[in-house]
């Protein structure tokens, strides 16, 4: 089984437009379908709750990895695979994944590729739904910021 999930899009726009969506917690809000409670800084805790319909109390919990200029930004989150009973468990989940943004200029616009890792870490009764459920979220989250940024 693989270890990670990789999307990439082309979106008609420029990369500091892509940054900015990114990277404000308010405008990653909005397409991510977030709330969350505070700017993004390195080394520090992100967390909120999520705005997508039917998952309004599903908390939001990811710690920030890494923010380089117009070019990536990272956070690690649990790999919980929407499970909010494990979510609310209050177990520590010990296994979190990486998931990168990383940004290039292509052609009248941005290349952006999003990639999770770490799913090897995930014991494996459970790495097949985290996957299978990690996978379907990006394919929908790499559209949402593309529609957020061609506006």
Do not use: C
Not at 6 to 11: G, Q
Not at 33 to 57: R, W
Not at 78 to 91: E, F, Q, R, V
């Amino acid at each position: 089984m693989p270890d990670s999930i990789i999307k990439t899009i082309e979106i008609a726009a420029p990369v500091e437009k892509i940054w900015d969506a990114l990277i404000d917690h308010r405008k990653f809000g909005s397409w991510f379908q977030v709330a969350l409670d505070q700017p993004f800084k390195v080394g520090e805790a992100s967390t909120g709750h999520m705005t997508y319909p039917g998952y309004e109390d599903y908390r939001w919990e990811a710690r920030i990895v890494a923010i380089e200029p117009m070019r990536r930004f990272a956070f690690e989150w649990p790999a919980t695979g929407g499970d909010k009973a494990l979510m609310d468990s209050g177990a520590a989940i010990a296994e979190w994944t990486l998931v990168e943004f990383l940004l290039e200029p292509s052609g009248n616009g941005t290349r952006l590729t999003v990639t999770e890792s770490g799913f090897d870490k995930v014991p494996e009764a459970r790495r097949g739904n985290v996957m299978r459920d990690n996978e379907g979220g990006w394919t929908e989250q790499v559209r949402n910021i593309r529609d957020y940024a061609e506006q």
